[in-house]
């Protein structure tokens, strides 16, 4: 079985530039999270989907960032613009509904450097 | 106050040595109890969950939950250098919405 897939696995960016990080979840993963974890601390939830719905986005800086679903399997999370503060590592996992849905499997992430 | 609190460390012991690693938390309505596993540069992966309270084994691993002092603990015995990573607890209380310590770093010496 494929693991979480996440693209790109590294970026840098100027302050003030936009920047989009895509998420393919395991196959038949009906729920999807964005995480960003910042040095030396653990994942923060940012968002999290079931299906195409976002069910939690109370920690989503909603005046930059962005996030959809679109048919409930893929993922994109954008950020527009960013700010240096924005630097850290954007983790994506999933789980299967019905299961038991604390087993979340973790992508590699997409580390952000804005300079 | 942090939701949960985790000793950052590092921790360094050597190749064999039985590790203790904790964690504590303030919200009396988590039930469900993880640990990861992450390398540098990797994504979390899960070692073990516990649902409420008690101990639970796999292989050299133990996690124990002991509810009433909002404490958790996980046990590496025999430890190996490939066990040297950062370890992770996260807690819930409805098994979907996750608080994570800030990790321990562990480094085991051959």
């Known amino acids: 079985e494929a693991g979480v897939v996440q693209s790109p696995r590294y970026k840098i960016i100027e302050k003030k530039q936009p920047v989009a990080f895509w998420c393919n979840p395991i196959s038949g993963h009906n729920t999807l999270y964005w995480y960003r974890q910042n040095l030396g601390q653990g994942p923060e939830l940012l968002i999290r989907?079931?299906?195409?719905?976002?069910?939690?986005d109370s920690q989503l800086p909603k005046d930059r960032f962005s996030a959809e679903r679109l048919k409930g399997v893929d993922s994109t999370l954008k950020i527009q613009p960013a700010e240096l503060g924005d630097s850290a590592v954007y983790l994506c996992a999933s789980s299967r509904w019905g299961q038991s849905t604390y087993e979340q499997y973790f992508g590699p992430g997409t580390r952000l450097t804005v300079t | 106050q942090k939701e949960v609190e985790q000793d950052p460390g590092p921790l360094s012991v050597p190749e064999g040595a039985i590790v203790s690693l904790n964690c504590t938390y303030s919200?009396?309505?988590?039930?469900?109890f993880m640990w990861y596993r992450q390398y540098s540069r990797k994504g979390p992966e899960l070692l073990m969950y516990t649902y409420s309270s008690g101990n639970k084994e796999d292989g050299r691993f133990t996690a124990q939950v002991d509810k009433s002092s909002k404490y958790i603990s996980l046990f590496i015995r025999d430890s190996q250098p490939s066990d040297s990573a950062t370890y992770l607890c996260?807690?819930?209380?409805?098994?979907?919405?996750?608080?994570f310590g800030t990790g321990t770093s562990l480094t085991v010496i051959p």
């Open positions: 919200n009396s309505a988590f039930q469900y």
């Open positions: 989907y079931e299906n195409e719905e976002a069910v939690d």
């Open positions: 996260a807690m819930s209380a409805d098994g979907n919405q996750f608080y």
